[in-house]
């Protein structure tokens, strides 16, 4: 799989204008959505950022690159574990599974501190590369004298994905199927290059949370 500038840039302006459509459809149909129904649109803001480190890449720019690198990963390793659940959360109607969401999410924000933070404050515990067309994000955890960087995946997937499996929206448990699907393959095809091809993945098939705004006022 070639992933490159024009891609990320490519799916950064197919997100943004469909995820505003969504928003807007969120307001009008089911305001409790509109956590949700922003999702496309920080996607479209997070491969914008991993276009800019294609960009640096290319003009072996280190600075462009950590910019670029600093901003991705800021959605990847803390933004979506508290939104995510977060979402769900404040779209659900039954009081259990919004209990679950937000423990989750709390529990999101605080790992996902532990995983960003220390890597822009030890700038040298991230690497930058290109493997096999597409980016690798090499990172030092701070976990990983304890636990492997699989088991870190792991916890990430259940923080992210339960909310949605439990959520009384059938279309929410299809999306979240789906996002569950997408990591298996990614992790399965691409191990090297998982969190880098997996935000791809996610980012295009948040497209399905537009779909689900639309229908919400008639499932809610």
């Excluded at 204008?17 to 129904?37: E, I």
């Excluded at 039954?94 to 679950?100: G, L, T």
């Amino acid at each position: 799989m070639c992933f490159s500038a024009p891609v990320s840039f490519a799916a950064s302006a197919l997100l943004l204008p469909a995820g505003f459509y969504g928003l807007r459809v969120a307001a009008q149909n089911n305001p409790r959505y509109l956590p949700l129904a922003a999702i496309p649109v920080t996607f479209g803001v997070q491969q914008a950022c991993e276009g800019l480190v294609w960009v640096g890449l290319e003009a072996n720019s280190s600075t462009v690159v950590r910019l670029g690198a600093f901003g991705f990963l800021a959605f990847a390793y803390w933004f979506w574990l508290f939104w995510a659940p977060w979402s769900v959360a404040i779209a659900e109607v039954n009081a259990r599974v919004k209990r679950v969401g937000w423990s989750l999410g709390g529990l999101g924000c605080g790992y996902g501190a532990l995983l960003y933070l220390p890597l822009v404050f030890q700038p040298d515990w991230l690497t930058v590369q290109v493997v096999r067309h597409s980016i690798e994000y090499d990172t030092r955890l701070l976990f990983d004298p304890w636990v492997s960087q699989e088991v870190d995946r792991l916890v990430y997937a259940l923080i992210v994905l339960i909310p949605f499996a439990l959520a009384s929206n059938r279309a929410l448990k299809g999306f979240g199927a789906t996002i569950a699907l997408s990591a298996i393959t990614s992790h399965w095809l691409l191990h090297q290059v998982f969190v880098s091809v997996w935000c791809f993945f996610a980012a295009v098939l948040s497209l399905l949370i537009v779909w689900i705004c639309q229908s919400s006022s008639k499932v809610n």
